[in-house]
């Protein structure tokens, strides 16, 4: 099966710092990924729809300048979070689509997430 | 917004059927989805149903849908310890989900 890899799994760092954290496909290629941000006990958010060679779109409340978003290439996004503050502190997931499916239902592969910790 | 709400906690024992409810607001979605996620690993997607199906059956999971109520609920019949985790339930368009926050089963012996 589709498999999405994320690096790293976890992650602890100093506020102010910058973070990066990679999204892979392993064995698809991934025109379109999205970036999800889950609170302990809270569902998962979209926070931004990345598309290979193009700029991410944003969701409503997300901070474009604070999460970086890139997609280079049709296996790998990077979700970099600048000047990281403790309230950045969470599950950060993504997923990705995969380009040769085109049947009607969602074909979103999800990575394990990366949790990240501001101290 | 959309919003999707499901419990927080199930315990089952197991061999006994779980049942896990979902109500979502948005009527516009042509598929609603039940994920599943094991501790480490991305959620993984169980079942879905077509908005204009009432019940779809998958070996020992049924997914109901009462799109009146916009009610969803997921049967797992004879229940095992490998069903120890969480479940999502989901709806959206164009591959834009809404999920709710995740119902944990537990499974005791």
């Known amino acids: 099966g589709a498999v999405v890899s994320q690096h790293p799994s976890w992650v602890i760092c100093k506020s102010g710092t910058s973070v990066k954290i990679e999204c892979r496909s392993l064995?698809?290629?991934?025109?379109?990924m999205f970036w999800y941000r889950q609170f302990p006990k809270q569902s998962l958010m979209l926070m931004a729809t990345?598309?290979?060679?193009?700029?991410?779109?944003?969701e409503q409340g997300v901070e474009k300048d604070k999460f970086l978003i890139n997609h280079a290439s049709l296996t790998l996004s990077t979700l970099t979070v600048t000047s990281a503050h403790p309230e950045d502190s969470s599950f950060y997931i993504c997923?990705?689509?995969?380009?040769?499916?085109?049947?009607?239902?969602?074909?979103?592969?999800f990575g394990p997430g990366t949790r990240l910790t501001v101290l | 917004g959309e919003d999707v709400e499901q419990s927080l906690f199930l315990s089952v024992r197991e061999g006994d059927s779980s049942v896990i409810n979902c109500t979502y607001t948005?009527?516009?979605?042509?598929?609603l989805y039940w994920y599943k996620q094991e501790p480490g690993a991305g959620l993984q997607l169980l079942t879905y149903?077509?908005?204009?199906?009432d019940m779809k059956q998958d070996q020992r999971l049924t997914v109901l849908l009462n799109k009146k109520d916009k009610h969803l609920s997921l049967r797992i019949a004879d229940t095992q310890t490998g069903d120890s985790a969480i479940y999502f339930c989901?709806?959206?368009?164009?591959?834009?989900?809404?999920f709710g926050a995740g119902t944990t089963v537990t499974v005791r012996a």
């Open positions: 997923s990705a689509r995969d380009r040769k499916v085109t049947t009607s239902t969602d074909t979103q592969y």
């Open positions: 064995d698809f290629q991934a025109t379109t």
């Open positions: 990345s598309n290979e060679g193009s700029k991410a779109t944003y």
């Open positions: 948005d009527s516009s979605s042509t598929y």
């Open positions: 149903i077509f908005s204009n199906m």
């Open positions: 989901a709806e959206g368009e164009d591959y834009k989900l809404s």
